[in-house]
C-alpha cells in the first residue's frame, strides 16, 4: 500500500503507508485551504487513533503533500514530502500539537518518494524528486545532506528493514542498489531472467523482509527476484556533499 496516491481533477491528493510492524495505516493529503494532516489508523480496531497537523510554511494552495513514509520498524518517525522540495520529520508520539522535529529544504522541485532508514542510533532519509535528484540526509546532523544519484528516469525507491541498502529502479531498464554505510553500488541491468523474458522498465521495487532478495515489477508485466551478495558491492560510488 505504501506511496499509494489518489488524486481528483481538484488537485486534493491522498497518500497511505502501511506499517505492517505496527497494524498501522498511515494516510495524508493536502486540501486546498486546509492544513495538511497525517493520520494514524489501527486497522484491527478500525480506529483512528491519532491525527497530527503539519505546520508548513507555504501556502496549501501551492504545496501539496507528494510523499509520505514511517519509520519500518514500528512508526517511530514519519516522513512527509511536498510539492515545493520541503520535507517534514514528525514524531506520533509526541501528544503536542507541533510533533515536527524537522524541516528541511531537500529538492528544489516537488519530493516524489521517500525513505527512512533507521539504524542503531543512526536515523537517515532517502528522498528522490521529481528532477531526479536523489539525496541522503542524516538526521542526526541537520542540515547534513548528500546526493546520491541523479537521473530523469528514476521510477521507484525501496529499503531494506534490516540492512543500510536502498534501490533506485529506472525506466531504461535497471535497478541500482547502494549500500549507505560502505558507500558501494551494484547494478542490476535488463538481461534475461530465468524465465527467458527481458526485464522492462521497473515500475515498483520491494526487499524481502530479511534475506537478500529483491522483488521488482516493470512494465512488460512481469514480476522478479533478484539475489544479492556482499560480496558483488565492487562499484565504489563517492556521495557528493551538497
Known amino acids: 500500500v505504501g506511496g499509494s496516491v489518489c488524486a481528483d481533477a481538484g488537485g486534493t491528493r491522498l497518500l497511505l503507508e502501511w506499517v505492517q510492524a505496527a497494524g498501522l495505516l498511515l494516510s495524508a493529503g493536502s486540501v486546498p485551504r486546509l492544513q495538511p494532516v497525517v493520520r494514524v489508523w489501527d486497522v484491527e480496531r478500525e480506529l483512528c487513533v491519532s491525527s497530527i497537523p503539519i505546520s508548513h510554511s507555504m501556502p496549501q494552495a501551492v504545496a501539496s ?54 539504524s542503531g542510533s543512526t536515523e537517515r532519509l532517502v528522498t528522490c524528486s521529481v528532477g531526479g535528484s536523489v539525496n541522503l540526509f542524516d538526521l542526526r546532523r541537520v542540515p547534513s545532506v548528500r546526493e546520491v544519484h541523479r537521473s530523469t528516469n528514476i521510477t521507484s525507491l525501496a529499503g531494506h528493514l534490516h540492512q543500510d541498502v536502498v534501490a533506485i529502479g529506472s525506466r531504461r531498464q535497471n535497478v541500482k542498489l547502494f549500500d ?26 520491494k526487499f524481502h523482509p530479511s534475506q537478500a532478495l529483491l522483488a521488482l515489477g516493470a512494465t512488460n508485466d512481469t514480476l522478479s527476484v533478484f539475489p544479492y551478495s556482499p560480496n558483488a558491492w565492487t562499484e565504489a560510488v563517492a556521495f557528493a556533499h551538497e
Do not use: E, N, Y
Open 65 to 118: 503533500v507528494s510523499a509520505l513514509c514511517s519509520d519500518p520498524s514500528g512508526c517511530h518517525m514519519l516522513a512527509v514530502g511536498f510539492s515545493d522540495g520541503w520535507l517534514h520529520v514528525l514524531d506520533p508520539r509526541d501528544s503536542s500539537r507541533s510533533a515536527s522535529v524537522a524541516a528541511i529544504a531537500a529538492h528544489t522541485g516537488p519530493v516524489s518518494q521517500v525513505c527512512l532508514r533507521s
Open 180 to 205: 549507505l554505510s560502505r558507500g558501494k553500488r551494484i547494478t542490476i541491468k535488463g538481461h534475461s531472467d530465468f524465465w527467458g523474458t527481458r526485464l522492462g522498465g521497473v515500475t515498483c521495487l
